[in-house]
């Protein structure tokens, strides 16, 4: 068996009830507009978009809303306000088309995760997600369970 390889990537902030709540559909790399605390503090990991969301301003412009990344500490009296809007980096056609999913077929721009590139940069990924309802979350929990399960079976460990 190979050994794993290390993403190229470290992660800052992770929404992994994302996966849970919605049906995810098309990814996008955005770039953020962040100030200089807002990166420290991300590079420590303090970040949290669980309850965030991604929305179209009347600008065309997309914006990370309610994401909290903390005060940096060390910063004193130049730091940043934990949860302000972030403007996200994309190109205007691909806002065009994550808006248009969003008017049209009644989805919700979600964000996935914040993580620093192989460059440095922080980076964000958003997807296009569909709201489950609690049917839908009860049938991904049971495929979650077999699959642990199946594997469990194949490896041969004892139930």
Not at 63 to 89: G, V, W
Request: proline share 4%; glycine share 8%; hydrophobic share 35%.
């Amino acid at each position: 068996m190979a050994p794993k390889t290390q993403p190229d990537f470290k992660i800052a902030a992770d929404n992994r009830r994302a996966r849970y709540d919605f049906e995810i559909g098309e990814t996008l790399e955005a770039g953020i507009m962040l100030t200089g605390t807002e990166v420290k503090s991300l590079r420590a990991g303090k970040a949290t978009i669980a309850e965030s969301y991604v929305g179209v301003d009347r600008a065309g412009e997309l914006y990370l809303f309610n994401a909290t990344i903390p005060e940096y500490l060390e910063a004193n009296r130049f730091n940043h306000l934990p949860r302000r809007p972030r403007k996200l980096l994309v190109k205007a056609r691909e806002v065009a088309r994550f808006a248009q999913g969003v008017e049209r077929k009644g989805m919700t721009i979600v964000p996935l995760k914040i993580y620093f590139n192989e460059k440095g940069r922080a980076k964000i990924e958003i997807a296009l997600g569909r709201g489950k309802n609690a049917a839908d979350k009860r049938q991904t929990e049971k495929d979650r369970d077999w699959k642990k399960e199946q594997g469990r079976l194949l490896r041969g460990d004892k139930v």
